[in-house]
């Protein structure tokens, strides 16, 4: 899911807007724009691998179809929760804090957030696991950064999504959701480079391994403002963070809800 964050929130260096690399509206003007944002990406301390990951990217017209038909948040509350499948991420969300209690513990512990959020957005996102996406995440992300519409929203997540690739997070073959989200609980790359925390102490922040992505999920609630104890229903402190999640209204209150069915 996207996340409320900013591209001025991200701390990465982006050509400014005289010198930025030409948007489109169509795959006419892609590989130009490739060449542009390399020079950009070369300047702002990508590598070569980061380079050759651009270069290899192709213009994902199944994206760009996806960002202007997006459907699933205009629902109503109730209907968008029966929809996304809220009760079995209940039932199934519960089973994995039993399964698991001490790694759940472990996180609270270490970020003061609770399994029953994690576990909730886990779920939500991709169905704990079991779909994490479909689509190159580089070329979906330099898609979106090429394409007109946000391509200064998504021109940073682009930029991250190299470096990533220079450090491994990511490779030119990374496949994750339509917009670039990556891993467990679909990080765009800015968030990924800021946020993420190698979980299973291997040298190496990979979302796809479900230690870094919990972990790096409990580390953004809390860099984002969590309050360890607080409530985190609609009123309650931690709801203003649970916003920062997910810019959707029905998105925020179905985590609440969802993850207080959990704890309850």
């Known amino acids: 899911m996207l996340r409320l964050l900013t591209a001025a929130a991200l701390t990465l260096s982006v050509a400014s807007t005289a010198n930025a690399a030409t948007c489109g509206n169509d795959a006419n003007g892609f590989n130009t724009w490739k060449q542009q944002f390399a020079a950009e990406a070369a300047a702002a301390g990508v590598g070569q691998r980061g380079l050759d990951a651009l270069a290899a990217t192709s213009y994902a017209t199944r994206t760009i179809n996806a960002d202007r038909n997006q459907k699933s948040f205009r629902y109503e509350l109730a209907d968008f929760m029966r929809i996304r499948g809220a009760d079995t991420i209940v ?35 991709t169905g704990f696991g079991n779909f994490m996406g479909d689509a190159n995440v580089v070329s979906a992300i330099s898609t979106l950064a090429y394409d007109c519409r946000r391509s200064d929203f998504f021109s940073p997540h682009a930029l991250a999504a190299l ?44 979302l796809t391994n479900l230690t870094d992505s919990l972990a ?31 810019a959707a209204t029905v998105y925020q209150k179905a985590i609440a809800i969802m993850a207080g069915r959990i704890d309850g």
């Open 163 to 206: 470096k990533l690739v220079d450090r491994g997070s990511l490779s030119s073959n990374t496949v994750g959701a339509m917009h670039g989200e990556v891993g467990h609980t679909q990080f765009l790359p800015g968030n990924v480079l800021q946020f993420g925390v190698d979980g299973d102490g291997n040298g190496v922040v990979d």
């Open 91 to 125: 039932a199934q969300g519960k089973r994995k804090v039993a399964a698991n209690p001490a790694f759940y513990a472990s996180l609270e512990a270490a970020y003061g957030v609770p399994a029953s959020v994690i576990v909730a957005i886990h779920g939500m996102e």
């Open 216 to 246: 790096s999920t409990a580390n953004f609630l809390r860099q984002k403002g969590w309050q360890p104890g607080a409530g985190f229903q609609e009123g309650q402190p931690n709801y203003v963070v649970i916003q920062q999640w997910n």
